[in-house]
DNA sequence: GCGCTTATGTAGCAAAAGTTACATAAGGTA
DNA sequence: TACCTTATGTAACTTTTGCTACATAAGCGC
């Protein structure tokens, strides 16, 4: 068990009962994982509930003709609440789960949740609030993938998820994997924004120059 | 409140305590809705838990368009966990709902809500188990937006909500909207399959002839 | 039946997205 | 530096979807 990074690091460690944590730590394994790992297939079925200690998992789902399309990313301090999902109705896991980097990640036994479940508030609390703001999120990804286009969610997701002074470090491969497009696809926006001066590109790399331009885009006031 | 149709009649409502029935009996309210009622509108706030005890509830959000799309259907004895997931998070509702035809809602005011989550057990229970496969459907749903096409959505949605007699009673003007695209876009799909023999059309209703055919759409084989 | 409303059938063009096929460039490494 | 891998830039072309505009038809009330 590495020392540096447990659950015990975890914001609702800290309301559970001691009895809780008893049960937590003598149930809780841990799972060191490299970048590229493929740690869920699709359709496996789900020993326990996930929680990210240092990385990120990307869940994603694969369509018939072989392109990827993100769904969420799960953060350190997050539950995989798709594993919730599956644990608590006996389902099979509904998409695929890898390391994006070098990713540390907790595993809570099933049996263990549930009984978590049962006696410790915090547990209960957890989960609802893990579940409530997946839907909240898949809702909106549901909402933008009917009614933007690829040139306004491809705006949408460079102003999101920019850093502080505008830059993203992400490959055009792997945006058009996020928005289910393929690369050329991408590429071709990208070269339009360049050209109204919105962004700039580089190797693996998209600095954003007028975000106020980019959001324009993104309510389709503008090319 | 109408004699016929109440909370009493619910699954969760029997594994309730005497307390806890005693509290819902005196907290829970009831409407009824006409078709075509609009219940909640985006960014509205929720008061309370929604369960359908007659007709059905249409959750759908709008795109800058103008155009509909249908998230999912809530029927008689589901809880609309869109509200739960409000609830819980303090959250602005994030899609549109209306009724489809007459409908009759209990409300569960949220305060009285998570007192019973406290107390009951079951509707703990029913909570994330709704969630959970709210959470479910929504994967599959996004999962079918990103990797299929109207064609593929369409022949899966008739095969889907098909009667066992293999008929649907639907418009094409509701197909569009259920899939997020107008109604000649429809039209145009369905003259498609009708030249196959896969489906005969009439007003207001589509009957399959070759449920073979279409499932071979779904999966791309076919034209 | 007549007229009204609602639903479906079709055509044609414009826009967006998908596909194929290469050229070019950036970084890392022997 | 030369070579190799990975990433980006571009073009041409196909397919799908979106949009506009009508024609036709079914059901309903009078």
């Known amino acids: 068990m590495p020392a540096q990074k447990t659950l015990t690091h975890l914001p609702f460690y800290t309301d559970l009962s001691s009895t809780g944590r008893d049960l937590l730590s003598k149930g809780a394994k841990y799972n ?9 297939h699709k359709g496996q079925s789900v020993s326990g509930a996930y929680m990210v200690l240092r990385g990120r998992l990307r869940v994603y789902s694969i369509s018939s003709n072989g392109n990827e399309a993100t769904l969420t990313w799960i953060e350190p301090g997050e539950i995989c609440v798709f594993s919730l999902n599956c644990l608590f109705n006996n389902l099979l896991y509904p998409a695929w789960v890898a390391a994006e980097k070098d990713t540390e990640v907790a595993t809570i036994p099933a049996a263990l949740y549930r009984e978590l479940f049962q006696r410790e508030f915090s547990v209960q609390d957890l989960t609802v609030h893990s ?4 839907v909240f999120r898949l809702m909106e990804e549901l909402d933008q993938v009917h009614g933007l286009r690829h040139k306004e969610r491809l705006a949408n997701f460079l102003l999101v998820r920019a850093s502080a002074t505008g830059e993203l470090d992400i490959t055009q491969q792997q945006l058009a994997q996020h928005l289910g497009t393929s690369r050329e696809v991408i590429a071709r926006l990208l070269q339009n924004f360049v050209a109204q001066a919105y962004v700039r590109t580089g190797r693996g790399r998209i600095t954003l120059l007028d975000p106020e331009g980019l959001s324009q885009v993104v309510t389709g006031k503008q090319a």
Chains 1, 2 share one sequence.
């Open 32 to 40: 060191a994982c490299e970048a590229a790992d493929i740690i869920l």
């Open 131 to 134: 579940l409530s703001i997946l």
